[in-house]
Nanobody
Framework: QVQLVESGGGSVQAGGSLRLSCGTSGFTMNRNCMGWFRQLPGKEREGVAVIYTGGWSTFYADSVKGRFTISQDKAKNTIDLQMTNLSPEDSAMYYC????????????????????WGKGILVTVSS
């Protein structure tokens, strides 16, 4: 059974940093497309960053390029999202997601591309 569990969220002031981690179990992490999405109440879930775990290709939403970095730790079976220079506009519920496919692309930033989801974790950035 696929399980994705997010951790590391919380509150931070504008300009600060947070690191989110997605713990995985129930599947082999290698050769999947995995990523982070976020959602505000009443709004659509949007892709933040994705990574192909069979290689190192990554894709980012324009709004986070240069500030967020997605990475994988194969020893720990985690997908991490390092977020820097945070702004109040980054406040949202953040979700870890998995698409069991051989590769990622910009299309992977659409929520419809993902098959499995974590329960989400809240990030709040105050001004």
């Amino acid at each position: 059974q696929v399980q994705l569990v997010e951790s590391g969220g919380g509150s931070v002031q504008a300009g600060g940093s947070l690191r989110l981690s997605c713990g995985t179990s129930g599947f082999t992490m290698n050769r999947n497309c995995m990523g982070w999405f976020r959602q505000l109440p009443g709004k659509e879930r949007e892709g933040v960053a994705v990574i192909y775990t069979g290689g190192w290709s990554t894709f980012y939403a324009d709004s986070v390029k240069g500030r967020f970095t997605i990475s994988q730790d194969k020893a720990k079976n985690t997908i991490d999202l390092q977020m820097t220079n945070l702004s109040p506009e980054d406040s949202a519920m953040y979700y870890c997601a998995l698409a069991p496919m051989l590769g990622c692309g910009t299309y992977s930033l659409r929520s419809s591309a993902m098959s499995y989801w974590g329960k989400g974790i809240l990030v709040t950035v105050s001004s």
